[in-house]
């Protein structure tokens, strides 16, 4: 599999190997919609959260508010 594009046989090849029965018509469909979320996936890893902090450190209602209306 190349890792720029996933082809049909490669999508039968992956499902197979997941024990997961794929049939043939839906093989390019898989394979299209394997391609889109790996580009996806590939942009979000571009992105730099720099000194963001993780989710659990977020504390609903603990913010202070600090602009006027």
């Not at 790996?38 to 890893?45: C, D, K, N, Q, Y």
């Not at 992105?47 to 209306?69: L, M, Q, S």
Request: no cysteine; aromatic share 6%.
């Amino acid at each position: 599999m190349s890792p720029d594009h996933l082809t049909p046989s490669d999508a039968y090849r992956w499902a197979a190997r997941a024990g997961l029965p794929l049939p043939a018509d839906r093989l390019d469909a898989v394979a299209a919609t394997a391609d889109h979320i790996h580009s996806v996936v590939a942009t979000l890893r571009e992105i730099d959260f720099g000194d963001t902090p993780p989710a659990p450190a977020y504390r609903a209602g603990e913010e202070k508010p600090d602009a006027a209306v």
